[in-house]
């Protein structure tokens, strides 16, 4: 077939494995077949022995392994009684198998590679069997009477592999019989002896120098053993290597390897060094070291002779090549200089001669010429500079060629051009240079001499060097004194040597002015002052003539939002600071924000707590944390939630345990001398209960005025009255209000409080209910016990139950509890605090007040009844304390009662603390319930409803005080003040009106029951005719007298229109009884006068048991 020059190009293309004429008709050798780049015309058939799958390379057969055949696939295992060791090392050897020797056998028929691929796979024949020829798969039975040895070829009277010369024993290791002689014979060197009778040669690769070796050792690495049956190994030949148990010696395969003699393995060629020796380039024998003037890369070595290489160094893997100035010697393993005059760049083999004129050093990579103002002097080889006066505008060969000056004209040595001095110059010899005309003097072109500056004119001037004469110029005047000009009034010499304004002043007509407020000027000039609201929008500057924008603040009333732009401040800035930016907002006392970068500015629920400021800490001594409503370290609170010293808290508990002993004992002292003197009174021993009646109403009004300062936190209150208040926190049933324990656990907080106001409760009445249980006698006494317990401290569990429920988020999204603000709201046992939350409001605020209308709506019909019946009720006894002070409609009013102080504390602290919102609510409330007692008149006593509306519209006072004070300049009043000890004395004197009016109408309720029966009797009965006449009621008489205790009444009446003149009243039962119409008089029915006068002293007795 002809090919095209490009088809034999696109041939070579097709990889090893396939095979075709161009790239698209490359196709896969067929199996036993393939091709080897770039011979891939056409595929080449494998010989016998190998095999090729897939156009892949032929590969020997495998140990265990034949073919016969050539073009085959794949290689066939040795049949049953043949086996091959050869390991893939000639394809000759594995045309066929190696037959296993006489007296031995192979049973495995080519399925088990393994058992194979050596001679060690052929086992001998046992004693008693034999095998004669050679590739037998099994050994034959020796015939009756006759008898062999392990691995015997025949059977006779004395078999192979055993010693008849003393009996029949098996030959040992070592040794071996065929069966020709009687004994055993040694094992010969070359051959091993597994005993009886198997000899067999060691196998190529191994070796036995030995005698009586029942094995055959492998050749060491860098011997080999080509040769079966060897006794020894022979030493690996120089170009190859030997690896252990080697057959044929390997070539070391490359000009960049090596192998000494005896090598177990190649040796790549060091860097700088070549091979050598050897036939060919595979089978390098040693390396030499790279001599000078080459270069020795792969273990081949290279004349370094390109152009301009050399190499100096033994060893070198690369040729250097020449720098500049230099060349490569002859033997090219050094460099020499060029010559003088000559030239080289580098990297060429010879030099350069310079040209035109040009001259060079020895070494030189160029030629030059002399610069511009020099000539050559070949004397000393060098460029000199030309003479004073002369020039060369390029370089010269020779002095002659510097010119000279014209007349007039100079130069330095070594000029390029002659020149003129300047305008406003002359040329001075004697320093050879050229100098500035002086003050006041000028030349228009530069002078020969000093004498061509010329003097300027009467009235003008000039400075040193000038070219002309001028007047002063703008914003300056001449001085003829100092023969200069000097600037104007208001205007400053300027840097640049001109009268300008100074900074922070601008030109307003033919004077500087300073810049007008909200204006700048940093720097000097005539120019406008700049405007503040060009970098900070709507600001302006303290003073006139400001030099910088940093002057630029914001007015009153505003700060920099640090955004450009004076934005309006929120209410809790000082109004009248002025230059406030957003870190150095000025707060107010009584407002507090979260950090500097803040523009949430909020009130403070404890407005003593903040003093405001432009620093960081708005917080009073003592205060910290949001809102200042912390207390540091050896602080704590007080009952209106200011933080003090623990030792002025310690000594406030002092005085309030005084001021409770003493109130103690101040009550019990009114008790027992009230108790004496009505016992020993006649008639009036009821009035205990009257007074129990009355200081019930006292306690709760005290009760809701000292709880105050906890729900409304720092509550604005004149400073007498708030000491009082913090005095009667004991009516509040709450230790916590006087007693800080911030001062003794520094970890106690809100949640601890909580626990303690509703744990110990719990635990108190369900113990009195327990012993009411097992003593039946004492179960009223206990249940009483019981109600007093929580509706004494009802008000104060719920107020601080409340409190768990009110949270405060600020604007950094943090929240808080807003009665203790160092409990965060987002931890994660906020849950369990809400739900016990929960649990005791439904306890306490919500559970209790059921209870009590539970049972006073199940005994409603009893409490309904007369005062005098249901106070005979035994039914009703252990509730009294629930409606007793109450009228019979009113049995439901202990529960609104109870609602008005849970209204008034608990439900009050949910609203904002502090806020304008709390205290109106406060404020509705009481005027509301005021209302409900005034209208309604609840108490059976109407000298309780007047103290209980009393001390209702006390609170109502309390909360207007407190508002008008928030919201006026008298809640900035200094302490002292007119205003503030106004208010105090009005507050302090309403208060003690109440109490003085409730003893006052205590003891007078006393001194009307204290007056003798008789006389209550007689004045009541004169006083009850009914529309008499005077000259009627003249007629009838009555006659009270008092025997032994009893009053009796006899009476002579008279009648108009049927009606009788007199209505008996009894006072102690404020009930009536009318005498009969008929019969009144004593002399016409004594009978019915007695019966009259019984009744009256039963009404009595009865009286008297109340």
């Not at 050093?361 to 020099?374: D, I, L, M, T």
């Not at 000009?485 to 500087?512: H, I, P, Q, R, Y």
């Amino acid at each position: 077939v002809e090919l095209q020059q490009s088809d034999v190009t696109d041939l070579l293309i097709c990889p090893s494995g396939t095979h075709g004429y161009k790239p698209s008709s490359c196709e896969s050798c067929p199996d036993g077949k393939s091709s080897t780049y770039p011979d891939t015309a056409t595929c080449t058939s494998c010989s016998a022995g190998e095999y090729s799958t897939g156009g892949n390379a032929c590969t020997v057969c495998a140990a265990g392994t034949y073919q016969p055949s050539s073009n085959s696939a794949s290689c066939i295992t040795c049949p049953a009684g043949q086996y091959q060791p050869d390991k893939a090392t000639s394809a000759s050897l594995h045309t066929s198998c190696v037959l296993c020797s006489p007296g031995k056998k192979l049973e495995d028929d080519g399925l088990d590679v393994s058992k194979h691929d050596a001679a060690d796979d052929c086992d001998s024949c046992g004693p008693g069997y034999f095998s004669s020829e050679s590739g037998t798969s099994e050994c034959t039975e020796c015939a009756f009477g006759e008898v062999s040895g392990a691995g015997a070829s025949s059977c006779g009277s004395c078999p192979a592999g055993y010693d008849c010369s003393s009996g029949t024993t098996p030959c040992p290791t070592g040794k071996y019989s065929n069966g020709d002689t009687d004994g055993c014979e040694d094992c010969p060197p070359g051959n091993r002896c597994p005993g009886g009778a198997d000899k067999s040669q060691c196998l190529e690769g191994t070796h036995q120098p030995n005698s009586t070796q029942s094995i055959c050792l492998p050749c060491q690495a860098g011997k080999y053993q080509e040769e079966p049956g060897k006794a020894s190994c022979a030493d690996c030949l120089a170009g190859y290597f030997c690896p252990k148990r080697t057959v044929n010696p390997v070539e070391c395969g490359s000009v960049a390897l090596y192998c000494p003699p005896n090598s177990a393995g190649v040796q790549p060629a060091s860097e700088g060094h070549y091979t050598s020796g050897g036939t060919t380039e595979t089978t390098r024998e040693s390396q030499v070291e790279c001599e000078v003037g080459h270069a020795c890369v792969g273990g081949v070595k290279r004349t370094c002779n390109g152009e301009g290489e050399y190499s100096d160094l033994t060893g070198s893997t690369i040729c250097k090549s020449s720098s500049e100035g230099n060349k490569p010697n002859y033997e090219r393993d050094g460099v020499e200089q060029c010559p003088a005059n000559t030239f080289s760049i580098g990297g060429r083999d010879d030099c350069s001669p310079c040209k035109d004129g040009a001259f060079s050093q020895p070494g030189s990579s160029v030629c030059q010429k002399c610069e511009s103002g020099q000539f050559y002097n070949s004397s000393v080889t060098s460029c000199e500079l030309c003479p004073k006066n002369t020039f060369t505008i390029s370089g010269v060969s020779d002095i002659s060629g510097c010119e000279a000056c014209e007349n007039g004209w100079h130069s330095q040595p070594g000029s390029s051009a002659c020149e003129k001095c300047s305008t406003g110059q002359f040329y001075n010899e004697s320093s050879t240079s050229c100098e500035l005309c002086p003050k006041n003097t000028f030349t228009i072109s530069g002078a020969g001499n000093f004498s061509g500056c010329n003097a300027c004119a009467a009235g003008e001037h000039s400075l040193e060097g000038a070219g002309y004469c001028q007047v002063c110029p703008q914003y300056m005047a001449f001085n003829a004194t100092t023969q200069e000009c000097d600037c104007l009034n208001s205007f400053v010499m300027g840097k640049d040597g001109t009268c300008t304004c100074k900074a922070g002043e601008t030109l307003m007509g033919t004077a500087c002015q300073p810049c007008e407020k909200a204006k700048w000027k940093s720097k000097e000039g005539v120019t406008s002052c700049n405007l503040c609201t060009e970098s900070l929008e709507d600001s302006t500057t303290k003073n006139f003539g400001s030099t910088s924008n940093s002057s630029c603040i914001c007015p009153s009333g505003t700060f920099d939002n640090l955004d450009g732009k004076c934005e309006v401040i929120e209410e809790g800035v000082n109004p009248r600071a002025s230059g406030m930016t957003l870190t150095t907002l000025d707060l107010e006392p009584e407002f507090w924000r979260t950090d500097p970068s803040s523009n949430d500015i909020r009130d403070c629920p404890v407005s003593e707590a903040c003093v405001g400021g432009n620093g960081t800490n708005y917080c009073r001594k003592g205060h910290a944390g949001p809102y200042c409503n912390l207390c540091v370290d050896e602080y704590a609170k007080d009952p209106f939630m200011l933080c003090k010293s623990c030792d002025t808290t310690g000594a406030s508990i002092a005085y309030t345990i005084i001021f409770v002993l003493a109130l103690a004992c101040l009550a019990g002292g009114i008790y027992y001398y009230v108790k004496k003197k009505v016992e020993d009174s006649e008639g009036n021993r009821y009035i205990l209960k009257r007074l129990k009646n009355g200081g019930k109403i006292i306690f709760t009004g005290f009760q809701i005025t000292s709880a105050l300062p906890g729900v409304v936190p720092a509550m604005p209150l004149p400073k007498t009255f708030k000491k009082a208040v913090s005095f009667v926190q004991v009516f509040n049933i709450d230790v916590f209000q006087f007693v800080s324990a911030g001062c003794f656990s520094a970890g106690f907080n809100f949640y601890h409080r909580l626990l303690a106001a509703t744990i110990p409760i719990i635990i108190i009445c369900a113990m009195f209910v327990v012993a009411g249980r097992r003593n039946s006698d004492s179960r009223s006494y206990f249940f009483n016990c019981t109600l007093a317990v929580l509706y004494l401290t009802l008000p104060t569990i719920t107020t601080t139950v409340f409190g768990v429920f009110s949270s405060d988020t600020l604007d950094n999204d943090r929240s808080f509890l807003r009665v203790d603000y160092s409990i965060d709201c987002d931890d994660e046992a906020r849950w369990f605090w809400l739900f016990y939350g929960v649990i005791m409001a439904l306890a306490f605020p919500i559970g209790v007040p059921l209870i009590f209308f539970f049972i006073l709506y199940t005994k409603r019909t009893r409490i309904m009844k007369d005062v005098e019946e249901r106070e005979k009720d035994e039914e009703l006894t252990n509730v009294a304390f629930l409606f007793e002070p109450y009228k019979p409609e009113f049995w439901y009013f202990e529960v609104v009662e109870t609602g008005r102080r849970l209204m008034m504390t608990g439900v009050l602290s949910v609203i904002k603390p502090g806020s304008f919102t709390q205290l109106s609510w406060g404020l509705f409330l009481s005027i509301f319930f005021t209302v409900i007692l005034a209208m309604l008149a609840p108490y059976n006593d109407s000298r309780d409803n007047k103290i209980a509306v009393l001390s209702s519209a006390l609170l109502i006072l309390v909360f207007l005080m407190s508002s008008f004070k928030s919201y006026t300049k008298v809640n900035r009043a200094e302490e002292g003040s007119y205003d503030e000890i106004g208010m105090d004395v009005l507050l302090m004197f309403s208060y003690a009106v109440l109490i003085v009016l409730f003893f006052w109408l205590a003891f007078h309720q006393k001194d009307d029951m204290s007056v003798s029966a008789t006389t209550l009797v007689k004045n009541s009965l004169k006083g009850s005719s009914n529309g008499l006449s005077k000259s009627e009621r003249a007629k009838a008489q009555v006659e009270v007298e008092e025997v032994e205790g009893e009053v009796e009444i006899e009476m002579t009446d008279i009648k108009v229109d049927d009606q009788s003149s007199f209505e008996v009243e009894n006072p102690m039962q404020n009930s009536r009884a009318r005498p009969e119409d008929k019969g009144q008089s004593s002399g016409s029915d004594g009978g019915k006068e007695r019966e009259d006068k019984k009744r009256f002293e039963d009404e009595e007795d009865d009286h008297d048991e109340d």
